[in-house]
Structure formats: C-alpha cells, structure tokens
C-alpha cells in the first residue's frame, strides 16, 4: 500500500498540469485574484525545482516581487471574504475573539456557513468572474450580492458599537481619545486600517462627514465604520 501511494504521488508531482494549477490557486487565496502570467511562472518554477514543497512555495508566493507592489493596480490584490474582513478588523484595532459560535448565524446570512464550505475550494468558486467585468476572476463576489453587502455593512457596525461583545470583542478608546482632533482621528484610523494607504478620495469624504460629528464616541465610531466598509479595506492587496 505505501508504495502503490508513493507511485500514486510521485506521478502526480510529474505531471505538468499540477505546478501551475496548485501555484494559481494559492496565489489567488494569498496575493491576488488576476495574477500574471510571469508571476504563476515564477511560483511554478518553485513548485516543480522543490518537488511541491509547499514553504518554499508559498515563500515564493509571498515574496514575489508582484505581490509585494507598493502601487497595486487595478487588478491586483482579491476582495476578503466575510470573515477574513471581520477579523482582519477586529486584529486591525487589537480585538479578540471570545466565543465564534455566537456569530455563526450572521456569517451563515453574509454567505458562509462555518465549517461547512459546500466543496473543497471555499465557498465560492475559484473561477467565478467579477460581476459586469468577466476579464476577471473574482471568485469572492460570489457571496458578495447586493443584500450580502448591506449584511456585512451592519455586522461591521454592531461589532464597533459593542454589540457583538459576546463574540468578538474591541476597545475603539484610543480613536475616541483622538477623535478631538479630527486630523489626528483620521491618520490613526489610516495608519491602523489601511496601512497609511488611504485614497484622497476617500480622506477628503470620510474626513468631511467626521468634522461635521461633535459627539466624540459618533466622531470615532464613524471614522472606523466608513473606512471599514470601503473597498480600500475591503479588498486586500
């Protein structure tokens, strides 16, 4: 039996078929949905010359010069599931996570029932096209419909106002802290959130309607909940 496995894995490693369809979809989960074709060479090469071993692959991955563009292009980086959006958030303001059973029935109405992927590549298809633009993949917008949007919108806003503190749990004083000053506010939020990569439009709109809130708590709240709800955060690049 384990040398009929071996054969069996050995032939696998041999076909060439196997170095690029492992390489593209791990590039897509970790880096990007549309990554070039110069990109899935390099990470193929890597896969074929370690014989599939996976460290120095994903190693490669992480490390390509492609994933790591400090100017990513309309193309790059991939839109982050429900969950990898929340919980990017919650470490973003240095939450923790007290109890996931109680969020399972929120994520279940956002498109993604816990533990229970409907097949082995997630939730959503890797080979789902972007909505009104299928020269892209877009294999999360699957479960990211219109209705699915509002959803995550509102969980994003329950779980900066404390109502889900018998889930997942964070402490937004320090932004309430910096809320007196609305510039202060907002470089905090860009730098914790979106790396100091926040778009000028997005400064300027998000800016305006935090100057126009006197309530420090609201100020804060809302600062973190438009920044959260952008595609600046939503997609990871």
């Known amino acids: 039996a384990q040398q009929d496995m071996n054969a069996v ?32 060479q390099r990470v193929t090469t ?15 991955i992480l490390l390509d010069t492609e994933a790591r563009l400090d100017q990513p292009g309309s193309g790059s980086g991939h839109l982050k599931d429900p969950m990898l959006h929340t919980l990017s958030l919650v470490r973003a303001l240095g939450g923790k996570v007290v109890d996931p059973k109680n969020v399972l029935w929120d994520y279940f109405l956002m498109g993604q029932r816990l533990a229970q992927a409907p097949s082995v590549f997630s939730f ?33 806003l329950a779980l900066l106002n404390g109502e889900m503190s018998g889930s997942m749990t964070i402490d937004i004083t320090p932004y309430v802290t910096a809320a007196k ?6 470089a905090l939020v860009n730098a914790n959130l979106l790396q100091n990569r926040m778009s000028e439009s997005s400064r300027q709109a998000i800016g305006t309607a935090v100057f126009n809130i006197s309530d420090m708590k609201q100020r804060a709240l809302t600062a973190l909940y438009l920044t959260a709800i952008t595609a600046e955060f939503a997609v990871q690049r």
Request: charge should be positive.
């Open 9 to 40: 894995m050995t032939a696998l490693l041999q076909h060439p078929n196997l170095a690029p369809f492992i390489s593209v979809r791990l590039i897509r989960h970790f880096v990007t949905s549309n990554p070039s074709p110069a990109y899935i």
């Open 181 to 186: 000053d609305p510039q202060a506010l907002m």
């Open 124 to 156: 959503y298809s890797p080979l789902t096209a972007l909505p009104d633009n299928p020269g892209f993949v877009g294999p999360e917008f699957q479960i990211y419909s219109g209705s699915h949007a509002v959803r995550r919108a509102n969980f994003v």
């Open 46 to 60: 890597v896969f074929k010359n370690t014989d599939g071993d996976l460290a120095a692959v994903v190693k490669a």
